[in-house]
Structure formats: structure tokens, C-alpha cells
């Protein structure tokens, strides 16, 4: 998936006030962990489930949880 199209469809979930709120924890922890962003968005971009599990096997333990809860919303 490219940029626009996660941007979209993360745009188009964001209506849901059950999916926002989720989202929005998540993002938060997620940005109070120093260098993760990038890594974090690289990672929902991938279309190739190895490849992404593979990148997020390399992440920290909460990241690895933190990252899989964004791709799995992002998913639905």
C-alpha cells in the first residue's frame, strides 16, 4: 500500500469514534518511544505479511505489540 492509499483508508476508518480512539492511544505511546515513527509507518506500508513480520520481529517488545494493533485495525 502506498502513502495515499494508508492515509485514505486511515482517514476513512478515523469516522468511527470506536477506531479513533484506539488509534489514537496507540499513536500516542507509540510517539513517546524516541525513533519509532518512521519505522512504524514503513511497516504498515508493506503488502508482503514476511516482510512485515520480519521488520516487526526486529522492533521491541511493546513496539512489536503496539505495531501489530495498528496493522490489524488498519486491516479490518
Known amino acids: 500500500m502506498n502513502n495515499y492509499n494508508l492515509i ?3 482517514q476513512a476508518k478515523m ?3 470506536r477506531f479513533a480512539d484506539r488509534f489514537n492511544r496507540i ?5 513517546n518511544i524516541p525513533g519509532v515513527q518512521h ?3 514503513r511497516i ?3 503488502e508482503d505479511e514476511k516482510k512485515r513480520e520480519k521488520a ?3 522492533l ?5 505489540q503496539l505495531v501489530r494493533e495498528v496493522v490489524s485495525l488498519l486491516n479490518d
Not at 499513536?27 to 510517539?31: F, I, P
Not at 521491541?60 to 512489536?64: E, G, I, L, M, Q
Open 8 to 10: 485514505m483508508r486511515l
Open 15 to 17: 469516522q468511527d469514534p
Open 27 to 31: 499513536a500516542s505511546e507509540l510517539n
Open 39 to 41: 519505522e512504524v509507518l
Open 44 to 46: 504498515a506500508q508493506m
Open 56 to 58: 516487526i520481529s526486529r
Open 60 to 64: 521491541p517488545d511493546r513496539v512489536k
